[in-house]
């Protein structure tokens, strides 16, 4: 058996243990942990939705209605009346057929490829794709062919020279440790070109992107057509929680029958989807928000530009400075959390060797006040003091 407390000291020693800090109070811009005020960058709230008083107000009257507990697995008797007009709400706002909830994100990667493919199949991946998706494919048993970020003539290579019954083209939309956006259009047309599914996973751009906040798929103008799959979650941009895909009815229905994550575990609580539900109409009540996100990303850019900082090139609201090594990465976040900025450090094996980074996050919560005091303080550590 190996040794587990060995195991941890080589970790430590690397630079790459992973603690967990307790919050008191909810997800806002300043945060109560362990008695004190700090200022979050790190949180995937992007529009400020996380404490909206409608979303409380939703879970309320959800739980008045519904109780707390789903009970069982949508298949068996969990599946309420609010989870179903969820999905049909999902549906429509994502302009498809179907869409299927599922309790996690996670969850949902997991189902869509492992019940889509098997052994003699193989998925096509982003080098840089999230981890779900990754264990998908390990869990599928599927070939996975990964090629270099964003290398679109990699995976027309990999494409031409596959000689696999069924082919699955998979991205992130926007990349969630890097910011920047996947080439749809392209990767549509590749996927089109050589037979294969093409699955967005919209985790970080469902509510943020595109002109009503439906995603990356908006934000491109690509349909149902080029995109066959959409998954996105619920917990990031929405403020709320849970996750689900999108597409036609057969996809939908074979899902259902076939995914094991989604057959095997209970409903999220019906009060949860009530609040998702609330998300959504607030996506077309506060359009402001996505606004307001935009003009705090042009305006932290510009300052850190000016700064000098290791900006990515990155036009969402996931702002990394590239530190690189991880030991340098995490004395950098402990030093501004000493002087009340929470950004969290993003090591191996999350991101490559060699590409620590310090992951920002804004979200329309902030303030530009707050964002200078960003920008100052990291001036401090990173350039000169002003
Ligand atoms: C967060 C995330 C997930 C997982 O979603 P959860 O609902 O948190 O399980 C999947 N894909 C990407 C790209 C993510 O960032």
Redesign the pocket.
Known sequence: MKDLTQQLAERDAAGLYRRRRVVDGPQQPWLRVDGREVLSFCS?DYLGLANHPKLIEAMKRGADGYGVGSGAAHLVSGHSRAHHQLEEELAEFTSRERALLFS??????LGVIASLLGPGDTVFQDRL??A??LDGALLSRARLSRYAHRDMAALEQQLVRSKASERLVVS?GVF?MDGDIAPLPTLATLSQQHQAWLMV?D??GFGVLGARGAGVLEHYQLDSQQAPIL?A????GLGS???FVAGDDALIEYLINSARPYIYTTAMPAAQAEVSRAALRLLDEEGWRREKLQGLIARFRHGAEQLGLPLMDSPTAIQPLLIGSAPAALQLSEALYDDGLWISAIRPPTVPEGTARLRITLSAAHSEAQLDRLLDTLACHLAECG
């Open positions: 995937n996690t994100g996670y969850m949902a990667n794709n999230h779900s998706l992130d969630s996973d985790a970080h998954m979650t619920l917990g990031k929680f849970g996750a």
